[in-house]
């Protein structure tokens, strides 16, 4: 019998051969296990520039955030342009780990539907992410879960990665019915994949009456949603997906909250619209482990 690492006591039968591991405390095995399941989601970092910038700034930005970032490398970090500025985006940030994603997407491949962009198109400029299901599409221009999980599957056919965007509006909180709208968004706009397919999306859990409005969930309201969304995922696909697949935090993120919204267990990045626009705002969140906690500033 020998003393490991952390408390762990590992215990050789001699007869059977098996190894056993026991536990001190009872919660630190838990506690462990959630630390080995969140150490597998690698926390993602993504500005959703909605419809922000031009040319010019869009390039300067880019410049000065490679350099600015150029030492990070255990946060992905994700930049979402308004379409015009996806291909000449990512080929500014060809020599830096930035990777670039769109904000939108129609499911078809190709033919007269004027105004659309194809997963394909997306592809061939250097997206490796596309957000589908934004609370602004979803509510401005009607988008159904129905056609979330169209964009979805042609998100998935051309290798890339979708962000689904799900989350209640402030009556549907207010009612008590914040499950039922994630299990509803969720469902269908999952429906039809297979586990496979499950594990290659990220969830943005997105609150609509937090969007842009300055009003923060607290961290543990989300970190409520999320576990509530993870449990959902296991249900419909099965516990690697629950364990595996990142889910976001959005609405109104900034340098102030995302530390504390970064030390919930089941909280795997942010998706940040306000806070993305500038560098040095976008490089704090970027580096929210670095964050001072506000008590001891
Ligand atoms: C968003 O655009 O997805 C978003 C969360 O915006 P904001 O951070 O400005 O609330």
Excluded at 67 to 73: G, Q, T
Excluded at 105 to 126: K, R
Excluded at 156 to 170: D, R
Excluded at 212 to 221: E, I, L, V
Aim: hydrophobic share 40%.
């Amino acid at each position: 019998m020998h003393k490991r690492a952390h408390g762990q006591i590992t215990v050789i039968d001699g007869k059977q051969g098996i190894e056993m591991v026991k536990f001190k405390d009872p919660f630190e095995k838990l506690e462990r296990e959630n630390e080995r399941k969140r150490a597998m989601r690698r926390p993602l970092v993504a500005g959703n520039w909605k419809m922000n910038k031009v040319l010019t700034a869009v390039l300067e930005f880019a410049l000065d955030l490679k350099k600015r970032i150029a030492d990070v490398s255990d946060v992905e970090v994700l930049i979402c342009p308004p379409f015009p500025f996806l291909g000449p985006l990512s080929r500014s940030l060809e020599d830096s780990t930035v990777k670039v994603g769109a904000q939108d997407v129609y499911w078809e491949e190709n033919g007269a539907f004027t105004g659309s962009v194809s997963a394909q198109m997306l592809d061939s400029v250097g997206c490796s992410y596309v957000i589908v299901g934004h609370s602004e599409r979803r509510h401005i221009f009607g988008d159904s879960s129905e056609e979330v999980n169209k964009k979805t599957g042609a998100v998935l056919a051309s290798y890339m990665i979708p962000i689904v965007c799900v989350g209640e509006k402030l009556e549907e909180r207010e009612e008590m019915r914040t499950e039922e709208v994630l299990r509803e968004q969720i469902t269908h706009s999952l429906a039809g994949f297979n586990s496979q397919e499950a594990l290659k999306c990220v969830i943005a859990y997105e609150p609509v009456w937090a969007i842009g409005t300055g009003k923060t969930a607290t961290a543990h309201q989300a970190n409520d949603a999320h576990g509530f969304i993870r449990e959902l995922l296991r249900e419909l696909f099965n516990g690697e997906v629950c364990d595996r697949m990142r889910i976001l935090y959005g609405g109104s993120v900034k340098p102030e909250n995302v530390a504390e919204l970064m030390r919930e267990p089941d909280i795997d990045g942010v998706l940040v619209g306000g806070a993305s626009l500038t560098v040095d705002s976008f490089e704090k969140l970027i580096r929210y482990k670095e964050a001072v906690a506000p008590e001891t500033q």
